[in-house]
T-cell receptor
Framework: AQTVTQSQPEMSVQEAETVTLSCTYD???????LFWYKQPPSRQMILVIR??????QNATENRFSVNFQKAAKSFSLKISDSQLGDAAMYFC???????????FGPGTSLSVIP | ETGVTQTPRHLVMGMTNKKSLKCEQH?????MYWYKQSAKKPLELMFV???????ENNSVPSRFSPECPNSSHLFLHLHTLQPEDSALYLC?????????????FGSGTQLSVL
C-alpha cells in the first residue's frame, strides 16, 4: 500500500530565510504524481506545487521548489525568502495515475518568525 | 478563493441529531470528494463522486450518507454520530477523477459532536 511520511511535525523559519520540508513516500509504481498542499489558518487547502514522476526536472513555482529524488522516494519542498503568509500546515501527497484518490501525509506545521 | 464553497462553517450537534453538510463548486468540475481531517492524522478520503456517480466509498460508517444531485453540488448527511466523528470535513473537486488531478478544496465544516 502506498504511504506518505512527513517526519517533521513542526518547523520554523526566520522571515526572508529558506526552509526545507521533508517528505518520503512508499510505492512500487513508476508512474505517479506528487503534490505539496498548503493549509493556512483559513483552513482552505491550496495546491503549492505538483510533480510528475516521469519528469526528471524539479518543479518550481516562484519561491517554491522541490527536490525530487525518485530512487530515494523523497520529495522535499524548499521555500525561499520566507514570508509571514507562508505560515501554514503543509501536506505532501501522492497520487497514482490509475487511482481515483490522492493519499496525504500527516502534515508539517510551519511557523514564520518576523 | 478556490471556487469551492462549504456550509456551514461550524456545526455542533448532539448524537441523536440529523444534519447535512453542503458543498458547491463553480468550476465546471466533474469529480467531487469528501475528506475527514482529524487532529494529528492524515486526511482520510471518505467518498468520491464522478459525474454524480459514487465511485469510491472508503469503508465509511453508514451514519454518513453522501448525496450528489448534480456535478456542482455535494451533500453529506449525518445522523446518530459519535463523539469520535468530531473533525473538520473538507469538500474538494477536480476536473476529473485520477491520482494526478489538482484538487480544489473548500474551507471545511468544523463538526463537534456532543
Amino acid at each position: 500500500a502506498q504511504t506518505v511520511t512527513q517526519s517533521q511535525p513542526e518547523m520554523s523559519v526566520q522571515e526572508a530565510e529558506t526552509v526545507t520540508l521533508s517528505c518520503t513516500y512508499d510505492t512500487s509504481e513508476s508512474d505517479y504524481y506528487l503534490f505539496w498542499y498548503k493549509q493556512p489558518p483559513s483552513r482552505q487547502m491550496i495546491l503549492v506545487i505538483r510533480q510528475e514522476a516521469y519528469k526528471q526536472q524539479n518543479a518550481t513555482e516562484n519561491r517554491f521548489s522541490v527536490n525530487f529524488q525518485k530512487a530515494a522516494k523523497s520529495f522535499s519542498l524548499k521555500i525561499s525568502d520566507s514570508q509571514l503568509g507562508d505560515a501554514a500546515m503543509y501536506f505532501c501527497a501522492y497520487g497514482k495515475t490509475s487511482y481515483d484518490k490522492v493519499i496525504f501525509g500527516p502534515g508539517t506545521s510551519l511557523s514564520v518568525i518576523p | 478563493e478556490t471556487g469551492v464553497t462549504q456550509t456551514p462553517r461550524h456545526l455542533v450537534m448532539g448524537m441523536t441529531n440529523k444534519k447535512s453538510l453542503k458543498c458547491e463548486q463553480h468550476l465546471g468540475h466533474n469529480a467531487m470528494y469528501w475528506y475527514k481531517q482529524s487532529a494529528k492524522k492524515p486526511l482520510e478520503l471518505m467518498f468520491v463522486y464522478s459525474l454524480e456517480e459514487r465511485v469510491e466509498n472508503n469503508s465509511v460508517p453508514s451514519r454518513f450518507s453522501p448525496e450528489c444531485p448534480n456535478s456542482s453540488h455535494l451533500f453529506l448527511h449525518l445522523h446518530t454520530l459519535q463523539p469520535e466523528d468530531s473533525a473538520l470535513y473538507l469538500c474538494a473537486s477536480s476536473f476529473k477523477t485520477g491520482g494526478g488531478e489538482k484538487l480544489f478544496f473548500g474551507s471545511g465544516t468544523q463538526l463537534s459532536v456532543l
